[in-house]
């Protein structure tokens, strides 16, 4: 499929802002403009790479507003969830019909990519072959049919080291088997990641480092939440970073997610390590659980993007949204951020933590992933800046028109491959809500 979008209002990337039209041959980006191209007239409108949410529990969107999860400490809403998730059964069907729900909304309001970090397993983590592959493979297929590209971290949370890293095996070997746990046609990515210091040992961080390692796969974790610090002072006497710096966890091929409460001495060391950084903001500033300086984090050099993480805290997957909240409390914390830094994070920024240099912006050669936006209503009206307006106007806007690898997947504000109604009826039937 070739697509021309012309007559834009701002074409903008990391990269710069123009008023060029932008030309699209097959999944990539060209320089001009393929004969009988479809052309789409997006005057009134500034157009954006897709945003890449490189943090997500997509099965969290199956348990929002829960009872016991709202104004309360970390230590108290993890077992409330894990309480919820038994009840339900964790197996394919309910990861299916979750990340359908979730990466459509994610879809509808601009999210071309999706990071999931799946750290919750049947049986508490003794899934077999079989049954981890199956949990996977509902996430991927939700993704192949709605239309995005999906980067899906096999997690852990306390689960046995040895099981966790042949899952994570088994995984990758199912999805993505090429080396860099990247599909062929580059829709499916394979990480692994355990949540924490908080909950994981180092053999668990080891185990999956080695298959990390064995197949080039990118490393995902979180720390220096509420709960994270505590209990890694009470348990071994350290700091989460620490500890990781110690197991071998920092280093260029890591992402760690949240980042709340970090000292100078260990933002100058994540620094050093070339460690990249997932903001969080959707979910840390509601819950309580802290803000991340990421000011500071980007002044020392460390690359930032930014994820919702999941819908037990955060309630929502809008990651547009919780860019305008973090450039929002970000003068909280330090010296408030732009807008173009936020969107810079949402997109280029949480690419390169995923090892993508292909996702993210829109030079010619890379992946066609664009988001178009409407800026002509009446919610946008006296912008000065309309690329600046997408983060400080409208909350909650949604693209009129989402292309992922080349293929129209939300046209005029509506979903291509599926039909928002039956994803809300199926969810809503899988698990009695």
Same mark, same amino acid.
């Given at each position: ?91 394919? +069907?309910?990861?299916?019909? &979750?990340?359908?729900? $979730?990466? %459509?909304? =994610?879809? #509808? /309001?601009?999210?071309?990519? !999706? ?51 042949? +899952?994570?095996?088994?995984? &990758?070997?199912?999805? $993505?088997? %090429?080396? =860099?746990? #990247? /599909?062929?046609?580059?829709? !499916? ?72 409460? !970090? ?171």
């Amino acid at each position: 499929m070739s697509i021309t979008l012309h007559d834009p209002l701002s074409v903008w990337s990391a990269e710069g802002e123009s008023v060029r039209d932008l030309h699209v041959a097959g999944v990539d980006i060209v320089e001009a403009a393929v004969p009988d191209a479809e052309r789409i007239d997006v005057s009134g409108c500034v157009v954006t790479p897709g945003l890449v949410n490189a943090h997500h529990h997509l099965m969290q969107s199956a348990f929002r507003t829960l009872p016991g999860t709202r104004r309360v400490a970390m230590r108290d809403w993890l077992p409330v969830m894990a309480a919820a998730y038994r009840e339900a059964t964790i197996d394919g +069907s309910l990861t299916y019909a &979750a990340a359908r729900a $979730a990466i %459509a909304e =994610g879809l #509808l /309001s601009g999210v071309t990519t !999706v990071a999931d970090h799946q750290l919750n397993w049947p049986d508490g983590g003794d899934v077999g072959r079989d049954r981890g592959i199956e949990v996977a493979d509902g996430v991927a297929r939700a993704a192949r049919e709605v239309g995005a590209r999906l980067v899906f971290v096999r997690g852990t949370a306390g689960d046995d080291a040895r099981v966790a890293a042949a +899952s994570a095996d088994a995984i &990758a070997e199912e999805l $993505a088997p %090429a080396r =860099g746990g #990247l /599909s062929i046609d580059g829709m !499916v990515q394979v990480a692994v990641g355990p949540a924490g210091v908080h909950s994981d040992r180092r053999e668990t961080f080891d185990a999956l480092a080695d298959v990390a390692r064995r197949r080039g796969l990118r490393r995902r974790t979180q720390a220096n939440e509420q709960v994270d610090t505590e209990i890694a002072l009470a348990r071994y006497g350290r700091r989460p970073i620490d500890l990781l710096d110690e197991w071998g966890w920092l280093e260029d091929d890591v992402t760690i997610a949240h980042l709340c409460d !970090v000292t100078s001495d260990e933002i100058a060391l994540l620094a050093d390590r070339r460690v990249t950084a997932t903001h969080a903001p959707g979910c840390d500033v509601p819950m309580g659980w802290g803000i991340s300086p990421v000011r500071a984090l980007l002044d020392a050099g460390i690359g930032v993007g930014l994820g919702t993480s999941g819908g037990g805290s955060n309630d929502a997957g809008h990651l547009l949204a919780d860019a305008r909240l973090a450039m929002q409390v970000s003068g909280l914390v330090g010296t408030q951020l732009d807008a173009r830094d936020l969107l810079t994070a949402a997109t280029s920024g949480s690419a390169a933590g995923l090892g993508r240099d292909d996702l993210g912006g829109l030079a010619p050669g890379m992946s066609a992933d664009i988001c178009v936006w409407d800026v002509s209503g009446v919610s946008d009206a006296g912008s000065a800046d309309p690329v600046a307006g997408l983060l400080w106007m409208s909350p909650g806007r949604r693209p009129r028109h989402v292309i992922v690898a080349g293929r129209f997947v939300v046209r005029d504000y509506r979903l291509v491959s599926a039909e928002e109604a039956e994803i809300t009826a199926a969810l809503r039937a899988r698990v009695g809500r």
